[in-house]
């Protein structure tokens, strides 16, 4: 049995890696935009593909990450990736096959560059704060 994706949790989620207040997600998406509506949008299942755009912009993340993003999936992918069976593939009648290291490494550099993008983010978030406070 599949596990639905709730796409206010993916929101969620992704809002609090970035370093980002409620307050400030409801500032960009709009004076008629408040953190108790913020929170309330975080408890949906489903959110309309407008405003997931709209967040999109906002928290420069893809649409596709609020609404495939599953952690269930997740789990499946690291415990595959690290289980203790995980390599019992590597050899395929007497070939390497380097597959498991090689998405070990891609995720890696994916987590890097996730990490940059939201450094930079949390940077220019900043700015905009600051402008906005004087």
Do not use: C
Not at 108 to 124: G, N, Q, T
């Amino acid at each position: 049995m599949e596990q639905k994706i709730h796409q206010g949790r993916n929101v969620k989620r992704f809002r609090e890696m970035l370093g980002i207040k409620q307050e400030a997600l409801a500032y960009d998406l709009g004076e008629d935009w408040t953190r108790k509506k913020i929170s309330l949008l975080e408890q949906r299942d489903i959110i309309d593909d407008n405003l997931l755009k709209q967040i999109s912009n906002s928290l420069k993340i893809p649409v596709e990450a609020f609404q495939n993003f599953n952690e269930e999936h997740a789990v499946n992918v690291i415990a595959n990736t690290f289980g203790e069976n995980a390599f019992s593939n590597s050899f395929n009648y007497g070939t390497i096959n380097f597959h498991p290291i090689e998405k070990v490494v891609q995720l890696h550099e994916e987590k890097i560059a996730l990490y940059e993008r939201m450094v930079k983010e949390k940077d220019e978030m900043m700015a905009r704060l600051e402008k906005l406070i004087k």
